[in-house]
């Protein structure tokens, strides 16, 4: 058993968490954050990749709104490396009613959202694949952003100001002393090790499993309502910049252009478990008619992946429990000591990727209160270490390393063009990592070939790293499949089920794959 | 002198060429590429698995179920096939359609096949033997510390194990790159010179009585690269197939092509067959889509061998309708639900054994009937069989070619 | 303005097409220029691949070892235009610096224009090492690069100054097209072309004509070469509304069949009006055999000729007409090549920084040609017979010169 003792715990690996770190680490806590699994595994990494100007909030939310814009501006600022300024469109379809464009732009005026109407011709120019029919065209600065480099940007800054981040780390219990948080237990799940952590603060950013974290300090149920979105990723910009259907907030409202793809989405349905999120044929059915109005076409172009993430959102009575999209995105922080007379613990719920910073700020500040301390938040002000230097994300950036290096390193993921030099790197720094959580810094396998090609060179390069052994290594490429087939059945069809076909063909056909020996005992990954 | 148009290039629609040719028709062989037969391992699978190892595969062929192209094609259809095929193409394939070769894939899994290149054959391994697995630094599709690590732990078919170990070796097949191709490799290897390096840096590497196991890319042109090589070296090499592109299956394709070129095949590539035109139950013609007009293709008969989804023969549109892409034909299997399951693990996905129906004459059949008098199916287009589980397309593919070729031959 | 190239609508419909790559790389393997230089990056990467992360800026300048040959398109099973997405991206790349060569070799009509009246002092000047030197440092076309045989007499001189056919003619009318090349430089190919249809029985009409664009547009010069290519058009409808047109060139051919079109985007009524009338000399031929309509009275030739099937004409899909139709004369034994490319591509071989790759390219062909016949070879298009003829020093025609011979008019 190990054993720590820091000022303040941070439970939750997302965005909310990883701000939160940062924050405290910048205004001279000791801390840790405990994350069960990887870095931006759950919410944070399932999301369509908008970087919100505050367009898709004037007229539903102005708050939020305003919110948004001043955050887009400090992050493009602050990450710049995580953010690409594609700019966005909010366009009025065939069918639409055009008079919400108007309230659209007086809200804007209203909450401080930059908008400004342009002629349609200049929209259609500058996005060919544009439905020809679109009666109003809005411009925003909606931009586009990597939730993981976003989340791992975070960390390292915390890092950097002395805090620990530990992975793969599942919280088993809080204890208490008096009505005050007093440690919290963990188990290292690469090793089965318990830690325990003895804290005088607890600040609960579990997202979708706040609750189930605050049961384990003994607070009353904290209602967290899961909301489940599904995106689908198509194979290429279909748009260089975001596009937003100009209506109410709706389901398949957005299309956004992330990196080499562009997104879909979303959903917006209540469930019960956010460990299981089914993608269903009907909510992708829907996407592909949302992605029509959008894209004439977009039932022929090529889908890639889908994926479901959960909503943090937190119970408000105003709205019907159903019906979780018109809940308050604001962000909420739930005082444990009035609510449930318990000291030491903070649970923040709400809240959206955009205004992830501010989140923590507000946050931070409640504890900072509770604690009796002023100590003023820096997080707007400083620059990420590594991601925030830089000039903002080009979507040519790889494409333009590699004209550089291409003689001299392998590529090893075509499709997403990443080179060897680049995943020995990612693995020397998480020798213990799936090849997922490599995946999730270097988009190894997220192309359109979905690690057809990539998966067994990555594969041998790793055994032949000697980080790991011939059982790990093969089991770790049974679960890359694994994985990346959760995501690729439900949109299979036309030409990803092509692709689908030649990679089953080189890897049940040619490699034999499904007759590699087990492993002798069960290998923890 | 009688037509015959065969539509794709991949093995079966070369083997159906041939044939006809050989046979005394005019053929006319239109293709969108240059074939499938690349991105394969370049052997010849009859049936591997069944779901167990199978060992002979004769024998295993007569006792498919009813439903599998097998069924239809029968094991005298495959024996006339095998032994075609190795005329055809005489110093590339040998092998007993009465005995798999079992041989190691670049994961280190054995795989069985029926048969195989002359490079590959020192692959079909006996218990107790010593393995050495060469990796090329600059050529990332071959992994040997993977082969080696799962080949040493893998129980051989007859019982007992080999004892396998990685190493490798930094030749340079073209100087100012570290990322070449297996193709690169393969034009370099074809110089007796760059083997002559190869084998002076290799040899020190190697202890008495090892097999050494390469990747199959020891030449492309040169059909004695292999044997010199293994004799510099004074030890047994064989040839690990790698994924596309596969220079094994390269060898197999640009044999067949000239084999064809000679029998006086004609041949029409680039363009997609997009349409054709019948009258009654006889197809006229088929048209391809070149632009600005598209341009007709008249024959007495027709060989439909454009392969499955791989090929995009078989398409599913967004809303899950399973189509044939060229002559809408009834598919089988298309009802069955779900055609794709969620577990990678699962078994093989049911959208992949979807295809057309045939008869012993490879008729496309809808309701029991041909579809059309002279239209035939071969290969990957026909439905009931897990190709690439089961070890079976290359198979069905030349005996499906060669029992439609005869029946056309017959027929004119 | 980076961004010039992107504006053509065929280039939304060949990036629709990447979504069709599989990754086979079926591409990469047939790629002439990939299999003899590390300097290409190979089509797959640079088509279907990079694609996905442009913007409106081709940030990979290796893309220009390109050689715009077409193989890749031809040969890709998925159906990506390969090669469009390539020209395309590197039409935005020279829209941003475009070396004066690139604009010079574009401009093919001015090129045959300034040679011919002079064609002693031009042979010479380009015979003349020194003169080659100089043009090779300032216009960066290599100096052992191959150039058009200049001529004492243009096609069109021939073709007004010779007396009228008297006909008759029973098979009516058809336009001959023969290119820039086949005004200036290729003169006798035009010339036994003409005679050939007029002793199958046509009336020939040649109506003036420009160029094609071709050489422009495959140094990315779109705006110059959509004007000259619609130009063209209206030249040759000129001659009358619904006459097949019969070509001696085998790459404007292509150019005016799919390349405006697809690389470019041309949407033109009268573009493809022409592009479905348009036939090359051979597949004419070949077409007419097939209807049965083809004299195959045709004279023995006991010679033995490497034939090599130019990329352009292989990249209309029509197959090679001409082996099919030289099949047909006695004694006369026709080895395919079996190459992929001669390495000249239009322009590319002339170039500085590609000749050697260029040369590479086309070495197996060159090979092959010697090896088969020291007296002749045969090709469809006139840039690639100047490669092969001057590469591998055998003498090359366009197979319309055997069917002159075979047919007695030689």
Redesign the interface.
Known sequence: MRKLAVDVVVIGGGSTGAGVVRDVAMRGYSTVLLERADLGQGTTGRFHGLLHSGGRYVVSDPLSATECAQENAILSRIQAGAVEMTGGYFVTGPDDDPSFADKFLAGAAATGVPAQEIPVAEALRNE??LNRGIKRAIEVLDGTVDGWQLVWGAANSARHYGAQILTYHKVTKIDTVDGHVAAVHCTDLKNGEDVVIETGFVLNCAGPWAGQIAAMAGAHPVDVIPGRGIMVAM???LV?RVVNRCIYPADGDILVPVH??SIIGTTDVKVDDPDNLAIEANEV?QM?DAGEVLVP?F?????LHAWAGARPLIKDNRVAATDTRHMSRGMAVIDHTTRDGLDGMLTIGGGKLTTYRLMAEHIVDAMCEKLGEKRVCRTADEDMPVEGAGPNY???H???D??HD???????C??E?MS?KMFTDALAEQPKGTFDDLRRQLRLGM???QG??CS??A???A??SEHI???R??EL??LF??N???GL??I????Q??????D???F??????????AAESEVVL | MSRVVVIGSGLAGLVAANRLADGGADVVLLSKGIGGLQLGQGTVDVLGYTPERVTNPIKAVTKVDKGHPYAAIGAQGVLTALSYLKELVPDLLVGDPEANYHLPTAVGALRPTCLAQPSMLAGNLKAGSAVVVVGLRRLKDFQPELVAGNLARTELPDGGRVSARAINVDAVAREGEIDSSGLVFANAFDDPAFRARFAAMLAPQLNDGEIVALPAVIGLKDRQAHQDLSTQLGHPIFEIPLPPPSVAGLRLNQALNARAQAAGVRMVSGVRTVGFTADGDRIRSVRNATVPAEREYRADAFVLATGGFEAGALSMDSYGTVTETLFGLPLVGAENTPLIHGDYWGGEQPIFRVGVAVDPQMRVLGNGQPVYANLRAAGDLIAGSSRWSEKSGDGIAAASAVLAADSILKEL | MATDGLEFAGHSLSRASLDACVKCTICETQCPVAAVTPLFSGPKYVGPQAERFRNGESVDHSLDYCSSCGTCTLVCPQGVQIAELNSQARAVMKADHMPLRDKLIGQTVLMGKVMTPVAPIAKAALNNKPIRKVMEAVVKVHEDAPMPPPQSQTFEGWFRKRPTPAGPFPRGPVVFFHGCAGGYFEVETSKKSVEVLEYLGYQVIVPKQGCCGLAQQSNGLFKGATKDVLKLCDDLRSAGKDLTIVSSSGSCTGMLKHEAHEIMGVEDERLKDVGTRIVDMMEFLLDLHEAGELPTDFAPIGMKVPYHAPCQLKSQGIGKPALEVLRLIPDLEVVDSGAVCCGIAGTYGLKKEKYEVAQAVGKPLFDMVKATSSELALCDTETCRWQIQKSSGVRTEHPIYLIHRAYGLS
């Open positions: 060919p694949r194979s290429h910009r260089n080499t793809v059915q592909f076409g039932r022929k172009a090529r889908a080009v979507v040519t790889r494409l333009h590699r004209e291409r003689l001299d390193d392998q590529i090893i075509e499709c063009l060897r192309g359109p070939c057809g090609f067994m060179r594969t041998g390069i055994l032949a052994d011939i059982e290594a093969t490429l049974r499949l694994k990346r087939w959760i059945w439900p299979l069809h036309g030409e089920l092509r692709q689908t076909a030649l089953n063909w080189i049940a056909g040619t490699l034999d794959i499904e007759h590699l020996p």
